[in-house]
């Protein structure tokens, strides 16, 4: 069982920037990882993957640009980097991870292991 613990949510007005942690129990190295977010009354999506030796990476069309997911497996620390943020951006995120990677990373199918979700809001 890999727990994993988000934290850096908070609140922002647009423009500005966050930085959200997961950290997990277990080590994350050769784990698949991602990031995914779901705004009141959505569904849950994918914001941002990372392969397992973290030389790929993959994002939303909605957040290119703009977000940056990164990995420390010295720390068995997963990292969203999150820049330019808009109202839009606003939702709970949250991390997940599994033990191999399969199927698309955007799908909530691929992760075994989620966390308990960070609150990230973003004022006009």
């Known amino acids: 069982q890999v727990q994993l613990v988000e934290s850096g949510g908070g609140s922002v007005q647009a423009g500005g920037s966050l930085r959200l942690s997961c950290l997990a129990s277990?080590?994350?190295?050769?784990?698949?990882m991602g990031w995914f977010r779901q705004a009141p009354g959505k569904e849950r999506e994918g914001v941002a993957g990372?392969?397992?030796?973290?030389?790929?990476?993959y994002y939303a069309d909605s957040v290119k640009g703009r977000f940056t997911i990164s990995r420390d497996d010295l720390k068995n620390t997963m990292y969203l980097q999150m820049n330019s943020l808009n109202p839009e951006d606003t939702a709970m995120f949250y991390c997940?991870?599994?033990?191999?990677?399969?199927?698309?990373?955007?799908?909530?199918?691929?992760?075994?292991?989620w966390g308990q979700g960070t609150q990230v809001t973003v004022s006009s």
């Open positions: 997940a991870a599994d033990l191999v990677c399969r199927g698309t990373w955007s799908s909530t199918f691929r992760y075994k292991y």
């Open positions: 990372i392969s397992t030796t973290g030389t790929t990476t």
């Open positions: 277990d080590h994350t190295y050769g784990k698949c």
